[in-house]
């Protein structure tokens, strides 16, 4: 069926030549235009050229499209997916990271959670904000998928000021299920029923089943995953961690709430106020700095992304899925998607972005009830609930005071003074992207 798919950052590491090669391998997609949108013409042209280099290479019936103009790429657009950054990515990471810490403020990761994940959302979103602007008047039946981070306050700002936009936050965290449990199940993955969920990168396995028995997997699974966790090596976007890294801050959640985080240390752990002390710092410096030198030479060969084009392997995320469910009106169970809360999660409020299974349908994703999600795991979550809504306020209304607010609601943030001497220092650092709070 023939749509019009639109990437916005398409020349982005990674998600430009990998969504590319996921939506090639879709034969209900055949005959779609797939169209290339970044402001980087330099990154633009790469994925175009390489793009339609495996698409004559393997004869397939679809259409690429390369535009710089977003307002053109979003003409009679059906699917928007977003995935962004903004400025020299890593330069200012390191920043978002390693300021606050110098202020005293002990934040794990500095991407997503903390004092650094705030300033990483006043520097990204409102450039997404804009584009979903020209979405609302360009293209507002579309449905868009968000890939950028942080995902939390990401969607948390776009759903406030678009309640009726059909946005939708995506992550492929939830994958690493599909690798661990059939390992700890003995059994393949086409036997599992699990429902998880949570906040993105704070969330928790509620639920497991062998689907030919019905029998609860968890006694199994908190009785063989701390033995199978501490040799297990999280190799999903590097290579050459050591076994059991980045599982300190995942041990004592798994060990005192009683469930499996869906993460490691490096995203869970940014939300957490005593995770600095449980951490696995050094495996989490070794994953960044893997990480950093994967995504700044990815372009140096064909190695990096020729499996992406590989008709033979599975998709490498899960988008092209929920496509196809919506043009098909499949109406199947989805393992995460970032919606506002509904009662999915009845501790949290509702106007909350969480995340959790969802059910793709034609005209809408609509989450699933996550019954029993258990009370104590719950208040951790609660403690980031007034961050995400002070983030998107301080966003919209371009607030600085909101923006201070927003830091010393963090679990993270204990000197009210630091806390503003800090705002104050970033803004200077990124005025160019800052600069806007007044």
């Known amino acids: 069926m023939e749509k019009r798919i639109v990437l916005i950052g398409a020349g982005s590491t990674n998600f430009g030549l990998g969504t590319i090669g996921d939506i090639f391998k879709s034969e209900i997609l055949i005959g779609s235009t797939i169209v290339l949108h970044d402001i980087n ?125 059909k946005f939708i936050g995506m992550c492929h965290e939830i994958a690493s299920l599909e690798r661990h449990l059939p390992e700890i199940m003995d059994t393949s993955f086409d036997n599992i029923q699990y429902r998880a969920g949570g906040l993105n990168h704070f969330s928790i396995l509620v639920e497991a089943k062998y689907k030919d028995s019905g029998k609860d997997a968890y006694p199994i699974i908190r009785k063989k995953g701390p033995s199978y966790f501490k040799k297990s090596i999280n190799d999903h976007e590097v290579w050459g961690q050591k076994p059991g890294g980045e599982r300190g801050v995942f041990f004592e959640l798994f060990n005192r709430y009683d469930y499996l985080p869906i993460t490691t240390d490096s995203h869970i752990g940014e939300y957490i106020q005593w995770a600095y002390s449980v951490a696995d710092h050094e495996a989490i410096l070794d994953f960044y700095e893997k990480y950093r030198k994967k995504c700044l030479s990815f372009y140096e060969s064909e190695e990096s992304y020729k499996d992406f084009f590989d008709l033979n392997k599975k998709p490498k995320e899960r988008i092209t899925s929920i496509i196809e469910g919506i043009v098909n009106d499949i109406n199947y169970e989805e393992a995460a998607v970032n919606l506002p809360n509904k009662g999915y999660i009845e501790y949290l409020p509702e106007d909350i972005v969480v995340e959790v299974p969802g059910i793709i349908g034609r005209d809408n994703v609509e989450g699933i009830k996550l019954k029993n999600y258990p009370s104590d795991f719950a208040s951790l979550l609660m403690n980031q609930t007034s961050v995400m809504r002070l983030t998107a306020e301080a966003i919209l209304e371009k607030s600085k005071m909101k923006a201070l607010k927003a830091l010393l609601a963090d679990p993270i943030v204990d000197n009210v003074t630091v806390a503003e001497k800090l705002l104050n220092n970033m803004i200077d650092l990124q005025a160019e992207y800052l600069g806007y709070l007044n």
């Open 41 to 165: 013409k330099t990154s633009l042209k790469k994925t175009e050229e390489i793009a339609k280099k495996y698409l004559n290479k393997l004869n397939l019936n679809f259409k690429i499209e390369s535009n710089i103009s977003r307002v053109d790429a979003l003409k009679n657009a059906d699917f928007c997916i977003i995935s962004i950054e903004v400025g020299h990515r890593f330069d200012l990471w390191d920043q978002d990271w390693k300021v606050p810490l110098q202020y005293g403020f002990k934040q794990v990761f500095g991407e997503n959670g903390g004092p650094g994940g705030l300033f990483h959302s006043l520097r990204v979103i409102p450039p997404i904000i804009e584009i979903c602007d020209d979405i609302n008047k360009i293209c507002p039946n579309a449905f868009v998928f968000n890939y950028s981070n942080p995902m939390q306050r990401v969607c948390q700002t776009v759903t406030t000021k678009y309640p009726q936009m």
